[in-house]
Structures are given as structure tokens and as C-alpha cells.
């Protein structure tokens, strides 16, 4: 099955700075990398998605890009605020309707002001 | 659109109890679910998954006379977890996929069960 590493752990910048979060996947079948950003005790929101098809993906001040060759994607968030303080997960799945996603164990990024 | 619904958002019993959560597609169809559960500081893993009118498929390790898995329609998907105790405390979270949907899961807003 599929097997999403992610690092690093923890990630504390300056405000204003930006931050890289990193994942690699196993399974040469997934097609969907999605990134989430949970807050203490409630649902993971989907913050930015990839499909395979493309190479990087952005909206505003985050991006997402994708090497399928090494099976690898990346988080970009520029001019970090406090407010993007938070835990990301990324996911992997191969899109198959019965297929579920393998979450990455997750980054704690901090930014202090 | 897209709303997935979760009951109860918080949950206390006794060691030797049973627990049930809903999960519910509000505004569409789903037939398929899943079921995750996270424990404090920890990402999120996946015990199951639900097909509306047959048996529920477990991820390794994950007990299935324990945690009892149904999906009778296609807008409802229950987790009963069985003589809970307290190693069994977890934030549990289901999501689902549209039907015909083949990417984007939508969560529910997850159930936090403390067992005592």
C-alpha cells in the first residue's frame, strides 16, 4: 500500500518568511496529492491540491509542486503570517473512487511575529 | 455543497461500554466512506473503509469485531467501537468521496471520544 513520508516535523520561521514542507510517496499509482491544514481539534481543510497531469499549482501565497519522477511534492508558503501558524498534513491516493487517502504525519509550523 | 456531518462531536464513557458515531453526507450521495482516527499529536490513520450495502474493509491491525463498521444507505455511515476502553480515547473523523467523485474527500468535523 501506499506510504507518504513528510518532513520536517516542526518548522518555525519569521513572519514574512517563507516556509517548505516536503513529502514523498511510495506508490507510483497515486495521481492526487493533496495538503491540509488542521487546527487543534477540528477537520483538516484542504488548502491546495495537485493531480499528476500538472507540475506545480498555486493560489496566492501557496503552491504546490510535484516531481513524479521521484516521487516527491512540496508545500511553498510565502510572506508567512501568524494566522498560517497551524498543522499540515500531505496526502496521497491513486483516485479510484474506493480509494482513500494516506496522510503524510504532519508538520507543526509556527511563525512568530 | 459537499457537507459532511459527524455525531456526536464529543463523547465520554465508561471502559466496557459501546459508543456509536455517525457520519452523514448531507448534500450528496456517497458510497463510499471512510473512517480515520488521530490520536493527539499524531497524523491521521485509516481504520476503514465503508461501502453503502456491504461489509466495511480494515486496514492491518485494525480490529473489526471491535470497531463495527455500517453503511446502510448511502447518506449514513456508523462506527461502533465495542467494550471501548481507555487506549480507545481518539479524535475519530470520517469523510467520503461524491459518488462517481474519484479525488477530493470531504471530512466530517470528527468525534472526540475520551473513555474512562
Known amino acids: 500500500g501506499e506510504n507518504v513520508e513528510q518532513h520536517p516535523s516542526t518548522l518555525s520561521v519569521q513572519e514574512g518568511d517563507s516556509a517548505v514542507i516536503k513529502c514523498t510517496y511510495s506508490?507510483?499509482?497515486?495521481?492526487?496529492f493533496p495538503w491540509y491544514k488542521q487546527e487543534l481539534g477540528k477537520r483538516p481543510q484542504l488548502i491546495i491540491d495537485?493531480?499528476?497531469?500538472?507540475g506545480e499549482k498555486k493560489d496566492q501565497r501557496i503552491a504546490v509542486t510535484l516531481n513524479k519522477t521521484a516521487k516527491h511534492f512540496s508545500l511553498h508558503i510565502t510572506e508567512t503570517q501568524p494566522e498560517d501558524s497551524a498543522v499540515y498534513f500531505c496526502?496521497?491516493?491513486?483516485?479510484?473512487?474506493?480509494?482513500?487517502?494516506?496522510f503524510g504525519k504532519g508538520t507543526t509550523l509556527s511563525v512568530s511575529s | 455543497g459537499a457537507v459532511v456531518s459527524q455525531h456526536p462531536s464529543w463523547v465520554i464513557c465508561k471502559s466496557g461500554t459501546s459508543v456509536k458515531i455517525e457520519c452523514r453526507s448531507l448534500?450528496?450521495?456517497?458510497?463510499?466512506m471512510f473512517w480515520y482516527r488521530q490520536f493527539p499529536k499524531q497524523s491521521l490513520m485509516l481504520m476503514a473503509t465503508?461501502?453503502?450495502?456491504?461489509?466495511?474493509?480494515?486496514e492491518q491491525g485494525v480490529e473489526k469485531d471491535k470497531f463495527l463498521i455500517n453503511h446502510a444507505s448511502l447518506t449514513l455511515s456508523t462506527l461502533t467501537v465495542t467494550s471501548a476502553h481507555p487506549e480507545d480515547s481518539s479524535f475519530y473523523i470520517c469523510?467520503?468521496?461524491?459518488?462517481?467523485?474519484?479525488?477530493?474527500?470531504?471530512f466530517g468535523p470528527g468525534t472526540r471520544l475520551t473513555v474512562t
Open positions: 469523510s467520503a468521496k461524491t459518488a462517481g467523485g474519484l479525488y477530493e474527500q470531504y
Open positions: 506508490d507510483s499509482a497515486s495521481n492526487y
Open positions: 495537485i493531480r499528476s497531469n500538472v
Open positions: 496526502a496521497a491516493s491513486n483516485g479510484q473512487a474506493g480509494t482513500a487517502l494516506i
Open positions: 448534500d450528496f450521495q456517497a458510497t463510499t
Open positions: 465503508s461501502n453503502e450495502g456491504s461489509k466495511a474493509t480494515y
